[in-house]
């Protein structure tokens, strides 16, 4: 039997749980620059949210330490509950064991903070009490050093936790540029978060396919037309 690890990710085989992105625990990280992990897990959430993977929000302490969770991340998911608890452990939590259930995948993409701490135990609890495949987002997480990250990054390899990035997801539920139910929106989400790809898309489309050089907005599109 193949091991089910050798299965790409789709839209149909996986969920996903956000950890701990509030603003207390993001001014601890220091392996990634803090505004580049924003824009990573909010184009990671933006994809979920394009594919409809089930997702789980879940937060530390709000009011008494961390603050509350990204708005830009609660903008992508508005009616989504977050699972308030007190351990840093994740697991630990009945209602975030019972989300994860209820969502019934067992393949579990993780975007969290930090990756030592939090993204760690939650992964090998799942795994270990869960029977859950845990696929962490290196790159929408985040360590309080480099070496916290790097080498609990290198632990849950070791343990069997599978390594990926964020864009890599998104193009991985995508897969085929035939599926066009998709495709606008997975070029939305290249196009404001990917950098130099996304440069690379806003390039193709106004001097190879001759696109207009700017978009309307909906502002714009719905603003009325002054009286003469």
């Known amino acids: 039997m193949k091991p089910s690890r050798l299965e790409l990710l789709t839209p149909d085989n996986c ?9 207390q625990m993001a001014f601890g990280v220091q392996s990634i620059d803090r505004q580049t992990l924003k824009n990573n897990v909010v184009a990671l959430a933006k994809a979920a949210k394009v594919f409809n993977i ?3 929000i879940t937060t530390v302490e709000t009011e008494s330490f961390s603050g509350h969770s990204y708005p830009e991340l609660l903008d992508v998911f508005p009616d989504a509950p977050i699972l308030e608890r007190t351990s840093m452990n994740s697991w630990d939590d009945q209602k975030v064991r019972d989300a994860l259930e209820k969502n019934q995948q067992k393949k579990v993409i993780v975007s969290g903070l930090w990756t030592e701490v939090c993204n760690i135990t939650f992964s090998f609890s799942a ?3 869960g029977n859950y495949e845990i696929y962490m987002v290196a790159d929408a997480s985040g360590g309080t050093s480099k070496e916290s990250h790097d080498y609990a ?3 849950m390899i070791q343990a069997g936790v599978i390594p990926v990035t964020w864009q890599q997801v ?28 996304g440069m690379g898309v806003d390039y193709a489309y106004t001097m190879v396919y001759k696109a207009p050089e ?3 907005t909906k502002h714009e599109v719905l603003a009325p037309v002054p009286a003469k």
């Open 15 to 23: 969920q996903i749980i956000f950890i701990d992105h509030q603003p």
């Open 54 to 56: 089930p997702t789980t």
């Open 127 to 129: 795994m270990l009490e």
């Open 153 to 155: 990054m290198q632990r």
């Open 170 to 197: 998104l193009l991985e539920w995508q897969r085929d540029w035939a599926k066009r139910d998709t495709y606008d929106a997975v070029m939305d989400i290249v196009r404001e978060h990917s950098g130099a790809y």
């Open 214 to 216: 700017r978009t309307k």
